[in-house]
């Protein structure tokens, strides 16, 4: 069973940086094409990036792309999510997911198509 672990949430002003970690453990990790998701309170989950399994390809929403950069670091089996320049309305609760995927599929950005899911980390933006 693949388990995600989160890490780097916390508290920025607006404007600031935050670096999320997600660990992965568990069988197979080379295959798994990975994404960052959101839930706002009172929201549904949002897409937000997601990276293939090889790392080339990557896909971003369009109220992050430019500020947000999505990469992972197959030998630390770590995905990242670097958070640049960050609004008010970035504040949620980040959750790491990973499909298993081939070769050939691109980035996930339907947030229904995960198989795996993190717990969460809480990212808070001051105004």
């Known amino acids: 069973q693949v388990r995600l672990v989160e890490s780097g949430g916390g508290f920025v002003q607006a404007g600031g940086s935050l670096r999320l970690s997600c660990a992965a453990s568990?069988?197979?990790?080379?295959?798994?094409?990975f994404g960052w998701v959101r839930q706002a309170p009172g929201k549904e989950r949002e897409f937000i990036a997601a990276?293939?399994?090889?790392?080339?390809?990557?896909a971003y929403a369009d109220s992050v792309k430019g500020r947000f950069t999505i990469s992972r670091e197959n030998a630390r089996n770590t995905v990242y999510l670097e958070m640049q320049n960050l609004k008010s309305e970035d504040a949620a609760v980040y959750f790491c997911?990973?499909?298993?995927?081939?070769?050939?599929?691109?980035?996930?950005?339907?947030?229904?198509?995960?198989?795996?899911w993190g717990q969460g980390t809480q990212v808070a933006v001051s105004s």
């Open positions: 990276i293939t399994r090889n790392g080339r390809d990557t």
């Open positions: 568990g069988p197979s990790l080379s295959r798994l094409a």
């Open positions: 997911a990973a499909k298993p995927t081939i070769l050939t599929v691109g980035p996930i950005t339907a947030v229904g198509e995960y198989t795996y």
